[in-house]
């Protein structure tokens, strides 16, 4: 039933399994054909093609911009806080709207922007760089998004009403259990965990089964670029973790609702259970949080700096194996908490361990600018920036793996010092340089660079004179988490130093937004490739047509775009003007999961409503189980039930086809 995938004779795959049977290649596009590849891949007009649309550059730009929009609104609430911790007795706050205000930022911040960020530029990225016309499942991609948007929403409904979560992010007990906290404050962040895990471990699933699956032929594993270790080592790790946190939401709200008595030490619980629960999540979180950024850097830095990135192996290696480790080192969040010496001493070791892997990366890094010939564009100013602020918020997260100084730094201005200069230092100013560097792909135009050096200047200074003098806070004494602070303690300058230092940097954060705004509305055109990169994704015209390939480029090395200058003549070199053409409908190219030799030609799914009906039908489920109105939850789930049949109904055109056309 099936033609043969023919290949050209003189292009091996890294292991030459012999041919695969499917869709012949083409050499010279005609066309007819990138008219017929338009026309399968392209969205339905209107509304239905806007809430339908499954294509990963679509999904990834409304992460990207909807978790913007989360920082905006975390960053509004740290100004409010800052404003209110700027002088001594200040009454702007009270103690409970405090509360709720560095809850809903941490859990804001963490949650709803840091990885769904990330996750937002790995969508866009990954089919680029991968040479694919899409993620493993873009209807699940779609999903993802959805379900984040819409459990966002839930989270935030909540803080109007002055019923937001209000017991930090990391959501302790016995604070959160009912006897202490009996509105529904915590019952949100309960179900709102559950509700945005489901996002996050669908997309995390689809990233594995992308990489091993969609990448162009010949891009073997040690040849797709760093960004894609670091989402496929978040992703692993997502699914690992995220299952202990939900379990130990919903079992918090069992407690919380039902009167059992999992946390209750008065019930036999025990509230410790917990913290292990929370963490054996929160540090790999941590972790996948940073490494995607990390990659963003690894495969962006070089690219300023005209070499290949120094060490690609070592760098590999080191993001799956601060992962791994990084699954160890849970307890040194509870150092203070009275475990047995013997336990505390080993998480400490851990802790030390972990920073062999980030080191690597950073001497990786320097060793990258210090060997290239570097540009000094934007980019390469806010990618260098990170080195210093990881190097930075590296050394105090070290010093607090030690036991002795970890009880005195704990629950201090320390931390939050710390946790800034890495969450900030590594994810987000990774990602504005990412911005900067990636803009002109998604949207064919470039970024200002005279209004860049302002932004990151305003940015980089700002964040130094907001988070470098915490650590001096702490190491004074004033503990994280009070609302205020007296007059004779002594902190009040320092406090107002920093308040400064903290609206200076939103002032740069509102500087990029208007700018990426001003280079959408009249930035200089960019170009196929304006920064001269090495990775497929620079191969395509910017912003990338909807089937992103007219032919799926067969690689040969891993910078297709520098062979030229990196391979002798003799060597074998990638062919991106000549690959599998595909153009029988929606298709795309399936590969072996190590090698990727080509083995199926996948018809993929078009345009669906069904990933948001389904992602709305779980706001009455959600929202009865808060409310505790079964009838309201039985609905939604219902509604979620129906839906699931409609999404799984035999796809008779999908199949037949499938059926005649894929041979392994
Ligand atoms: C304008 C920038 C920012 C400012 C001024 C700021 C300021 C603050 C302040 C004042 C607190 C509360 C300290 C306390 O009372 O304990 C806090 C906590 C926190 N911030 Fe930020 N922050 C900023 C951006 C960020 C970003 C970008 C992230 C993460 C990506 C982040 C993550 C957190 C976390 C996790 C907490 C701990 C919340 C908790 O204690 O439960 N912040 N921040
Ligand atoms: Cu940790």
Redesign the pocket.
């Known amino acids: 039933m099936s033609t043969t995938l023919d290949r050209p004779a003189d292009w091996k795959a890294p292991q030459d399994a012999g041919p695969v049977d499917g869709a012949p290649l083409a050499s010279v596009i005609p066309a007819e054909a990138e008219r017929r590849l338009a026309e399968a891949w392209e969205d339905s007009p209107g509304l239905r093609g806007w809430f339908g649309t499954v294509d990963h550059k679509k999904i990834g730009i409304r992460y990207i911009i909807t978790a913007f929009v989360f920082?905006t609104i975390?960053?509004v609430e740290?100004?409010v806080?800052?404003l209110q911790?700027a002088q001594p007795n200040n009454n702007l706050l009270n103690p409970e709207q405090?509360n709720q205000?560095?809850?809903m930022?941490?859990?804001t911040?963490?949650f709803l922007?840091?990885l769904p960020i990330l996750s937002g530029f790995s969508n866009y990225l990954w089919p680029l760089m991968l040479g694919s016309r899409d993620m493993a499942y873009p209807r699940l991609n779609a999903l993802s998004f959805w379900l984040y948007v819409v459990s966002g929403i839930f989270l935030y409904v909540s803080f109007p009403l002055g019923a937001a979560p209000n017991?930090?992010?990391?959501n302790y007990v016995p604070n959160g259990s009912a006897e202490y906290d009996p509105g529904p404050n915590i019952d949100v962040y309960c179900l709102g965990m559950i509700f945005l895990g489901i996002s996050t471990a669908v997309g995390s699933a689809n990233f594995v089964v992308t990489l091993l699956r969609m990448r162009a032929p010949g891009m073997s594993l040690n040849r797709v670029p760093i960004i894609i270790w670091g989402t496929l080592t978040a992703s692993a790790a997502n699914l690992l973790a995220i299952p202990a946190v939900s379990l130990a939401c919903l079992m918090l709200w069992f407690d919380r609702n039902f009167g059992t008595h999992f946390y209750d030490i008065g019930g036999g619980g025990q509230p410790l259970l917990w913290q292990h629960l929370f963490w054996m999540f929160g540090h790999p979180w941590v972790y996948a949080?940073v490494l995607p950024a990390m990659g963003m850097v690894s495969d962006g830095l070089p690219v300023h700096c005209r070499r290949p990135l120094v060490g690609y192996t070592l760098v590999a290696m080191a993001t799956v194996t601060t992962m791994v480790v990084g699954f160890g080192v849970w307890l040194h969040h509870m150092f203070a908490t009275g475990l047995p010496s013997l336990a505390l001493s080993f998480f400490s070791a851990a802790s030390f361990v972990i920073a062999i892997p980030s080191a690597i990366s950073v001497f990786a890094w320097i060793a990258t600018i210090w060997t290239g010939r570097a540009r000094l564009t934007v980019p390469f100013l806010f990618f260098t920036s990170v080195i210093l602020l990881f190097v930075i918020g590296g050394v105090s997260g070290v010093m607090t793996a030690s036991l002795a100084l970890d009880w005195q730094l704990t629950d201090t201005?320390f931390i939050?010092a710390h946790?800034?200069y890495v969450?900030?230092g590594i994810?987000?100013f990774a990602v504005v340089g990412a911005v900067y560097h990636w803009f002109p792909k998604m949207t064919g135009r470039m970024m200002n660079e005279r209004l860049g050096y302002w932004v990151f200047g305003l940015m980089f200074g700002?964040?130094n004179v907001?988070?470098l003098p915490m650590h001096l806070l702490g190491l004074e004494g004033m503990?994280?988490?009070?609302?205020t602070y007296g007059a004779d303690m002594g902190f009040g300058t320092t406090n107002l130093v920093?308040?400064v230092?903290?609206i200076t940097?939103?002032g740069g954060?509102g500087l990029f937004f208007l700018s990426i705004l001003l280079a959408r509305l009249s930035g200089r055109p960019a170009g196929p490739n304006p920064w001269d990169g090495p990775s497929l994704e620079w191969s395509i015209p910017s912003p990338p047509p909807a089937y992103n390939f007219a032919v799926i480029p067969l690689i040969a090395s891993r910078h297709p775009l520098w062979e030229d200058r990196l391979l002798a003549e003799d060597q074998p070199h990638s062919r991106l003007a000549e690959g599998y053409l595909l153009d029988e409908g929606k298709e795309t190219l399936g590969v072996t999961p190590l090698d990727a030799e080509p083995d199926v030609i996948l018809k993929m799914p078009g345009d669906s409503i069904l990933p948001v009906l389904l992602s709305v039908s779980l706001l009455p489920l959600f929202g009865g189980m808060l409310l505790l109105k079964p009838w309201f939850a039985a609905a939604g789930a219902a509604a979620a039930f129906a839906i699931l049949i409609a999404w799984f109904w035999p796809h008779p055109v999908l199949q037949r086809e499938e059926q005649a056309r894929m041979y392994v």
Request: charged share 10%.
């Open positions: 920082l975390g960053g740290a100004l806080m800052r911790l405090y205000l560095f809850s930022h941490g859990v911040m963490i922007y840091a017991d930090g992010w990391f949080v201005y939050v946790l800034h969450l900030i994810n987000l700002g964040f907001a988070f503990p994280r988490r009070v609302y920093v308040t230092g903290a940097f939103a954060i």
